[in-house]
């Protein structure tokens, strides 16, 4: 179950949750099993998050720092993920349902991402 100040802080949007995140650069944001979908978290630091389980269905993460960052269960169906550091990790890629994901993005990391 999501933290609920960190998702209270992702809710005052992206300039408050960068702020934290600079603040906290350490820490594992929590985010497991919270409803993000629509959501346009476009700029936001969210790396080494906890989004297992999550639903994320329809939102954009356009220039998302997204290494570490653990998708596991999520649901991050019709997801626009364009970004420029994009670290996928194999747990991803093996467990999260992605129906009708789109990749926009010239550079793509998917180190280790097939088994």
């Known amino acids: 179950?999501?933290?609920?100040?960190?998702?209270?802080?992702l809710e005052k949007?992206?300039?408050?949750?960068?702020?934290?995140?600079?603040?906290?650069?350490?820490?594992q944001a929590d985010l497991s099993e919270a409803s993000l979908t629509g959501a346009d978290?476009?700029?936001?630091?969210?790396?080494?998050a906890d989004l297992s389980g999550a639903e994320i269905f329809e939102a954009t993460l356009f220039s998302v720092a997204l290494d570490g960052?653990?998708?596991?269960?999520?649901?991050?169906g019709k997801t626009?993920?364009?970004?420029?550091?994009f670290h996928l990790v194999a747990n991803w890629i093996r467990s999260?349902?992605?129906?009708?994901?789109?990749?926009?993005?010239?550079?793509?990391?998917?180190e280790g991402a097939y088994p």
Do not use: Y
């Not at 978290?41 to 080494?48: I, P, T, V, Y």
């Not at 999260?96 to 998917?110: D, G, M, N, Q």
């Open 96 to 110: 999260a349902i992605t129906p009708h994901l789109r990749l926009e993005s010239t550079r793509h990391s998917f």
């Open 69 to 76: 960052v653990n998708f596991e269960r999520a649901n991050v």
């Open 13 to 27: 949007g992206v300039k408050a949750w960068n702020e934290w995140r600079l603040e906290h650069e350490s820490d």
């Open 80 to 85: 626009i993920l364009a970004t420029s550091i």
């Open 1 to 9: 179950m999501a933290n609920e100040s960190h998702l209270s802080l």
């Open 41 to 48: 978290l476009g700029n936001a630091d969210l790396s080494k």
